[in-house]
């Protein structure tokens, strides 16, 4: 399994931007799907972007205001958050699933980083 620790978040103004990371030790980082999860106060993690192991493929809940990327050689997973609403405050986790099973499930998950938008 890989381990992955995430850092970037902090306290931003609402309309501003932030670049979350998320670096990865361990077995191959190529060989994993990464996504991107949220949990806010009071609710259920929430999906927020995925991402295939080559890039080909990205998938988002949150559409137009973020973007999710990775860079393999530096087994990193980055998750850019533009035009920030205070709904966007949460604790961001990334995670990983592997690759090779058409079943598998995020298993492995960072502890997480604090994203926090004041209005």
């Known amino acids: 399994q890989v381990q992955l620790v995430e850092s970037g978040g902090g306290l931003v103004q609402a309309g501003n931007s932030l670049r979350l990371s998320c670096t990865a030790s361990?077995?191959?980082?190529?060989?994993?799907?990464m996504g991107w999860f949220r949990q806010a106060p009071g609710k259920e993690r929430e999906f927020v972007a995925s991402?295939?192991?080559?890039?080909?493929s990205t998938y988002y809940s949150v559409k137009g205001r973020f973007t999710i990327s990775r860079d393999n050689a530096k087994n990193t997973v980055y998750l850019q958050m533009n035009s920030l609403k205070p709904e966007d405050t949460a604790v961001y986790y990334c995670?990983?699933?592997?690759?090779?099973?058409?079943?598998?499930?995020?298993?492995?998950w960072g502890q997480g980083t604090q994203v926090t938008v004041s209005s």
């Open positions: 995670a990983a699933r592997i690759a090779s099973s058409p079943t598998s499930v995020y298993d492995t």
């Open positions: 361990g077995r191959t980082f190529s060989g994993y799907f």
């Open positions: 991402i295939s192991p080559t890039s080909i």
